[in-house]
């Protein structure tokens, strides 16, 4: 996904539509980005699971809970907690841009005979957030897929 927050279409400090967090949120998504820079999706999903009070509901931290499931190879668990958390309705590139990479994902894992269709669907997604940002990443995915 894109790295540079303010060009995923969240505020330069990560806060998307709740506003500039406060000083332990800002920590933890630095420690958060962190992790799964190194690779430790498992470490960041725990980190970001753990979380009560103001921070639990981040929009960027449910982005990157979603993203550490993705990436760690829990599709179906990342589909569901997509929807549960409600990232289809967030505006921005990066969460938009993830639920396709769940439909690639899943299209990948699929039997052969259904891949197919699961690609095309992932494809389909790709377009539309790249037809709705202008974003070259949705764009070369969908281009590609």
């Known amino acids: 996904m894109v790295s540079d ?45 753990s979380q009560k009070g103001d921070a639990a509901g981040h ?29 289809q309705h967030q505006p921005h590139v990066d969460p938009s841009a993830l639920w396709a990479r769940i439909c690639k994902d899943a299209a990948v894992a699929a039997e052969p005979s259904r891949r197919p269709r699961l690609f095309r669907r992932a494809a389909r997604a790709y377009d539309r957030v790249w037809r709705r940002t202008d974003d070259f990443y949705p764009g070369i995915n969908a281009a590609t897929l």
Do not use: H
């Not at 506003?19 to 998504?29: I, V, W």
């Not at 929009?59 to 990157?64: A, G, I, V």
């Not at 993203?67 to 990232?87: F, M």
């Open 5 to 49: 927050p303010s060009a995923s279409g969240f505020d330069a400090d990560g806060a998307g539509l709740r506003g500039e967090p406060d000083r332990e949120t800002a920590e933890l998504l630095a420690e958060i980005e962190a992790r799964l820079a190194a690779g430790d999706y498992v470490a960041a999903y725990d980190g970001i699971r």
């Open 59 to 87: 929009p960027r931290l449910n982005y990157y809970r979603v993203l550490a499931l993705a990436r760690s190879g829990a599709t179906a668990q990342a589909a569901t907690e997509y929807r549960r958390l409600g990232l």
